[in-house]
């Protein structure tokens, strides 16, 4: 008999550590759920309650009860036309917009550094695609969103568009004001989805940043990322009158849903409703007041929406998460590793810092012993060869769509024979994360050159392997 549980096992044995979670979920491993009576009597009941599609609780894919009331009042809430639960992620729900959205063929502006369920859907959709630029702070070592004036540039490029997909706000929790550009988006007829992963929360305080939905035909955010809701647990809301959205969340998502995540995600809509705008106070008066503390101790820096701003760029910093950066020279993977040392379990690094996703679950203990953990660093042990780390801008030239070559023959050749070649792979320094070449796309001198150097830096660049790229063989 094997007795081994090694996934079960590691799991209680991270649960007894105690780490304290900077990072997803939004309901800090349960804490989130102790707000008031009935999310302590879920939580406590939580094992107890997985259930299927029996006696009153409705059905997930044809909701006429509960379900269709819960969504109705998150719908209501998030002033949309529609609301949906989503039980397997952000991901199911950027897949049944884009499909309900657009058809086979269509042409759509897409931000170039979207998340992997985006591209997934142009592939499987097969839609044509002109890229949105994605920009980079050399300054913070941070990616930045695309702002008006970069799609204004991809819609100068766009024969016949027939929507745009966006991602706001990005992985650091940084958007841009698109009010002017979505409207006037709007006006011409265009489709717009959002990519919301991480802005549940948006819109319920004034210290946040505002909620991009009312703008949207689709947004699509996940609940478990920031709120009181278990893993895997998203909303989309629907503006689109003429959608069929229904078919393909039920194409996208689970036939055995869990009720779990379905009741958490009740739960997180009446957190929102009840909680939101006094707890995010609370806060981010906490986070503002400690970002002061950490950022004396000149070690780190804990960045503020004025270090993101320029004469020509203004962005919104969501102010309930912590980019953390670092001076040039000294490593973010390092800090991240300090930090989990103290147990402090950071959401990421990157090249030059971390970024923490707070929630109004952390306490000021929480906050003090982060405090602490920066107080005692040792700022040589995070000490790392300067890479002189900066984003090259390229002239790019696509050659075939992503689903064109999803399935194309393919060889590997090296870089030097590469040149005038289409690319198979995704071509991606890491850092700084954003595609110098995508799938379809011609690889150029300037490319190879581009390579060169981000390798001369010791830079991990993916779809490159040794000195080898994929391209398509065109027949």
Not at 102 to 115: A, K, M, P, S, Y
Not at 447 to 470: C, E, P, Q, T
Request: charged share 25%; glycine share 6%.
């Amino acid at each position: 008999m094997n007795n081994k549980l090694p996934l079960l096992e590691e799991l209680l044995k991270y649960h007894k550590e105690k780490k304290l979670i900077l990072s997803m979920p939004g309901n800090k491993c349960g804490i989130g759920f102790l707000k008031d009576d009935i999310g302590r009597e879920f939580l406590n009941k939580m094992g107890y309650l997985d259930i299927t599609e029996v006696g009153n609780l409705d059905n997930f894919h044809h909701a006429e009860g509960v379900i269709k009331e819960a969504q109705d009042l998150l719908a209501d809430l998030y002033k949309a036309d529609r609301g949906y639960f989503l039980v397997n992620g952000s991901s199911s729900g950027n897949l049944a917009s884009i499909f309900s959205a657009f058809n086979e063929g269509d042409e759509v502006l897409v931000e170039r550094n979207c998340h992997k369920s985006i591209y997934n859907a142009l592939i499987l959709r097969k839609l044509k695609v002109v890229y949105i630029e994605s920009d980079f702070d050399l300054e913070n070592g941070i990616i930045l969103p695309c702002n008006e004036i970069d799609i204004e540039k991809a819609l100068g490029k766009a024969e016949n568009p027939k929507g745009i997909i966006l991602t706001s706000p990005n992985y650091y929790g940084v958007s841009c004001n698109l009010d002017d550009i979505l409207k006037k988006l709007k006006s011409k007829g265009l489709k717009i989805v959002v990519d919301a992963a991480h802005g549940a929360h948006y819109g319920f305080n004034q210290k946040l940043p505002k909620s991009i939905v009312e703008l949207a035909d689709y947004t699509v955010t996940s609940a478990h990322k920031t709120l009181p809701a278990l893993t895997q647990g998203a909303y989309l809301l629907v503006n689109d009158p003429s959608s069929n959205v229904e078919f393909f969340i039920s194409a996208f998502n689970t036939t055995s849903p869990s009720y779990l995540i379905m009741s958490s995600l009740d739960y997180a809509r009446h957190y929102l409703e009840n909680y939101a705008e006094q707890d995010y106070s609370k806060l981010i008066d906490l986070a503002q007041s400690y970002k002061k503390k950490i950022n004396s101790l000149n070690k780190v820096k804990v960045l503020s929406q004025n270090d993101l701003n320029s004469s020509k760029k203004s962005y919104e910093l969501d102010e309930s998460r912590y980019i953390m950066t670092l001076p040039s020279g000294y490593s973010g993977n390092k800090l991240l590793d300090y930090l989990l040392e103290n147990k402090i379990q950071s959401e990421m690094s990157f090249s030059r810092g971390v970024v923490l996703i707070l929630s109004p679950f952390n306490t000021v203990d929480d906050f003090e012993k982060l405090y602490r953990a920066i107080m005692l660093l040792d700022m040589k042990k995070l000490r790392e060869e300067e890479k002189n780390l900066e984003y090259i801008k390229l002239t790019r030239k696509k050659i075939l769509e992503p689903f064109e070559v999803h399935n194309a023959k393919y060889r590997e050749v090296d870089l030097f024979e590469a040149i005038g070649e289409i690319s198979k792979d995704f071509i991606v320094p890491y850092p700084p994360g954003i595609p110098i070449v995508l799938p379809g796309e011609e690889i150029t001198q300037e490319v190879i050159d581009a390579i060169i150097w981000y390798k001369s830096k010791f830079i991990s660049i993916l779809g490159v392997h040794r000195n080898s790229i994929k391209i398509v063989l065109v027949e």
